[in-house]
C-alpha cells in the first residue's frame, strides 16, 4: 500500500500540458491506484453522453467483464458508487447479494474483494474508479481513503472527458469550470507557476480535448 499519490498529480500534470492523451492518463492513474490500495486490477468507469456506463481504462481484461455484468444488470458497485456519490466496498462478493449478476462472474474470475470509488465532477457523479482484488478483507478504511485521492485526480482528467464546455446546460458547464480551477490549483502549488500561466495551460487542454471528441 503506497499513500503516495505525488506520481499521479504527474500524470495529471502532464495530461493538462498536452503530453499525454485522455485515455493514457486514466490508465495511469488506475495503475498508480491499484498499486495505492495493493489491488490485483483496477478500471476506469464513466458516463457517455448518452448516460450510459463505460469502461474507459483498465489494468487487466478482466476488469471489462466485472464491469460488464454490472451495466447489463444496471446495478452493482460500481454504479451505486457514483448514482449515490459513496464509496462501496465489497468485502467478500461469495457472500453479498445485492448484486447477483456481479457476484456470479467474480466467483467466476476469482474476484473476491472490490472497491469502487465514485468520480464526481462538481456535483455530479460521473462514473468510479474500480478496485478488484483476489484475496478476501483485501481493503481497509485506510485503502478507501487513499482511493479517494486517486478518484480525485480521475476525475480533474475525466472533466475533460466529459465535455462540459461544450455543453449547452449551464450548471454543466459552471460544474467544468470549478474542475478546470481545480486543476489550475493543482499545477500552482505543485510547480509554482503563475496564475496566467496554470489559466492558459488548463484552457489549451481543454481546447484541444474538445476538438478531438468531436
Same mark, same amino acid.
Given at each position: 500500500?503506497?499513500? /503516495?499519490?505525488? #506520481?499521479?498529480?504527474?500524470?495529471? &500534470?502532464?495530461?493538462? !500540458?498536452?503530453?499525454? @492523451?485522455?485515455?493514457?492518463?486514466?490508465?495511469?492513474?488506475?495503475?498508480?491506484?491499484?498499486?495505492?490500495?495493493?489491488? /490485483?486490477?483496477?478500471?476506469? @468507469?464513466?458516463?457517455?453522453?448518452?448516460?450510459?456506463?463505460?469502461?474507459?481504462?483498465?489494468?487487466?481484461?478482466?476488469?471489462?467483464?466485472? *464491469?460488464?455484468?454490472?451495466?447489463?444488470? *444496471?446495478?452493482? #458497485?460500481?454504479?451505486?458508487?457514483?448514482?449515490?456519490?459513496? @464509496?462501496?466496498?465489497?468485502?467478500?462478493?461469495?457472500?453479498? /447479494? %445485492?448484486? #447477483?449478476?456481479?457476484?456470479?462472474?467474480?466467483?467466476?474470475? !476469482?474476484?473476491?474483494?472490490?472497491?469502487?470509488? #465514485?468520480?464526481?465532477?462538481?456535483? %455530479?457523479?460521473?462514473?468510479?474508479?474500480?478496485?478488484? =482484488? &483476489? =484475496? &478476501?478483507?483485501?481493503?481497509?478504511?485506510?485503502?478507501? =481513503?487513499?482511493?479517494?485521492?486517486?478518484?480525485? &485526480?480521475?476525475?480533474?482528467?475525466?472533466?475533460?472527458?466529459?465535455?462540459?464546455?461544450?455543453?449547452?446546460?449551464?450548471?454543466?458547464? @459552471?460544474?467544468?469550470?470549478?474542475?478546470?480551477?481545480? =486543476?489550475?490549483?493543482?499545477?500552482?502549488?505543485?510547480?509554482? +507557476? !503563475?496564475?496566467?500561466?496554470? %489559466?492558459?495551460? +488548463?484552457?489549451?487542454?481543454?481546447?484541444?480535448?474538445?476538438?478531438?471528441? %468531436?
Amino acid at each position: 500500500m503506497d499513500s /503516495d499519490d505525488r #506520481p499521479a498529480i504527474a500524470v495529471v &500534470h502532464e495530461f493538462i !500540458g498536452g503530453a499525454i @492523451t485522455l485515455g493514457d492518463a486514466l490508465t495511469e492513474i488506475a495503475e498508480l491506484a491499484t498499486r495505492g490500495v495493493g489491488a /490485483d486490477m483496477a478500471g476506469l @468507469t464513466l458516463l457517455t453522453d448518452s448516460g450510459r456506463a463505460k469502461t474507459v481504462a483498465y489494468t487487466d481484461g478482466m476488469v471489462m467483464e466485472l *464491469d460488464q455484468a454490472q451495466y447489463d444488470s *444496471d446495478r452493482g #458497485p460500481c454504479l451505486q458508487a457514483f448514482r449515490e456519490q459513496r @464509496t462501496v466496498l465489497v468485502a467478500d462478493t461469495a457472500t453479498e /447479494d %445485492r448484486w #447477483p449478476e456481479f457476484g456470479e462472474v467474480a466467483a467466476r474470475s !476469482g474476484i473476491n474483494t472490490s472497491l469502487s470509488i #465514485p468520480i464526481i465532477v462538481g456535483a %455530479r457523479g460521473v462514473g468510479a474508479l474500480n478496485l478488484y =482484488a &483476489h =484475496a &478476501h478483507g483485501t481493503f481497509s478504511d485506510e485503502d478507501a =481513503a487513499i482511493g479517494m485521492q486517486f478518484g480525485r &485526480h480521475a476525475a480533474t482528467v475525466a472533466a475533460y472527458y466529459d465535455r462540459a464546455e461544450e455543453a449547452d446546460n449551464l450548471q454543466r458547464a @459552471t460544474e467544468s469550470r470549478a474542475v478546470i480551477e481545480q =486543476a489550475k490549483g493543482i499545477l500552482m502549488a505543485t510547480t509554482g +507557476c !503563475g496564475a496566467d500561466t496554470a %489559466r492558459s495551460c +488548463c484552457a489549451n487542454r481543454a481546447a484541444r480535448s474538445a476538438s478531438s471528441t %468531436r
